[in-house]
């Protein structure tokens, strides 16, 4: 069964037909359930590529499957990101604010249910070479606010975290380029806080009212 056998033909002739002789046949190659766990074994990479390639079209955050990004940014070593999730209807399910290690954030407020959007807070403003969007969140008596600008190619982003009004702390955000391939970028801050209808931080302020 595992090499090639032999079957008897007779060739025609001038006259009649020569004797017979043999000619080699194939026998199909019995498929071993190693062979099977080899092919299943090179399916599983193949779709394991395609998914990280995918992954790797997606910009670093601390958001889940299934959620959008809204906006992501590098704080050192850690992350600071905005995410949020709709219903098949379109409705806003919930928004975080989340903060920490890749794949450990320390911080994600306001809690995903019940989901209180008024604890949220923002504005943009627009000029002529750039703009300015913030957006707070309040947890408790601390508020974290997330400012990005732009001002002729120039990006900037914090995190400032106050309390009672007054700015405890200000962290550096690292912004992600825009030449991550279609549908990979964050979906903006801007376009977050109209939609939501949260126009009402002050431009420049730090501390949602």
Same mark, same amino acid.
């Given at each position: 069964?595992?090499?090639?056998?032999?079957?008897?033909?007779?060739?025609?002739?001038?006259?009649?037909?020569?004797? %017979?002789?043999?000619?080699?046949?194939?026998?199909?190659?019995?498929?071993?359930?190693?062979?099977?766990?080899?092919? +299943?074994?090179?399916?599983?990479?193949? &779709?394991?590529?395609?998914?990280?390639?995918?992954?790797?079209?997606? &910009?670093?955050?601390?958001?889940?499957? =299934?959620? $959008?990004?809204?906006?992501?940014?590098?704080?050192?070593?850690?992350? &600071?990101?905005?995410?949020?999730?709709?219903?098949?209807?379109?409705?806003?399910?919930? %928004?975080?604010?989340?903060? *920490?290690?890749?794949?450990?954030?320390?911080?994600? #407020?306001?809690?995903?249910?019940?989901?209180?959007?008024?604890? +949220?807070? *923002?504005?943009?403003? $627009?000029?002529?070479? *750039? *703009?300015?969007? @913030? +957006?707070?969140?309040?947890?408790?008596?601390?508020?974290?606010?997330?400012?990005?600008?732009?001002?002729?190619?120039?990006?900037?982003?914090? #995190?400032?975290?106050?309390? @009672?009004?007054?700015?405890?702390?200000?962290? %550096?955000?690292?912004?992600?380029?825009?030449? +991550?391939?279609?549908?990979?970028?964050?979906? =903006?801050?801007?376009?977050?806080?109209?939609?939501?209808?949260?126009?009402?931080?002050?431009?420049?302020?730090? %501390?949602?009212?």
């Amino acid at each position: 069964m595992g090499g090639p056998g032999y079957l008897k033909a007779r060739m025609p002739a001038r006259g009649g037909w020569i004797a %017979a002789r043999l000619v080699p046949t194939v026998v199909p190659k019995r498929v071993t359930l190693p062979h099977m766990l080899h092919r +299943l074994i090179v399916w599983i990479s193949m &779709a394991a590529t395609a998914a990280s390639a995918a992954a790797a079209n997606r &910009a670093p955050s601390l958001c889940e499957a =299934g959620e $959008t990004i809204v906006t992501s940014c590098h704080a050192g070593a850690k992350l &600071a990101s905005v995410c949020e999730k709709h219903a098949a209807s379109g409705e806003l399910l919930y %928004a975080q604010y989340r903060f *920490g290690l890749p794949g450990k954030p320390e911080i994600a #407020i306001p809690p995903k249910s019940p989901f209180d959007m008024s604890l +949220l807070r *923002g504005d943009t403003t $627009t000029g002529t070479h *750039g *703009g300015w969007e @913030g +957006l707070s969140v309040r947890h408790g008596d601390v508020v974290y606010t997330l400012e990005h600008s732009w001002d002729r190619g120039e990006d900037d982003a914090s #995190i400032t975290v106050s309390r @009672g009004g007054k700015r405890l702390k200000t962290i %550096a955000c690292k912004t992600y380029p825009d030449d +991550l391939s279609d549908g990979a970028e964050p979906a =903006g801050l801007r376009g977050f806080i109209t939609d939501n209808n949260l126009e009402t931080l002050e431009p420049g302020t730090t %501390a949602a009212p």
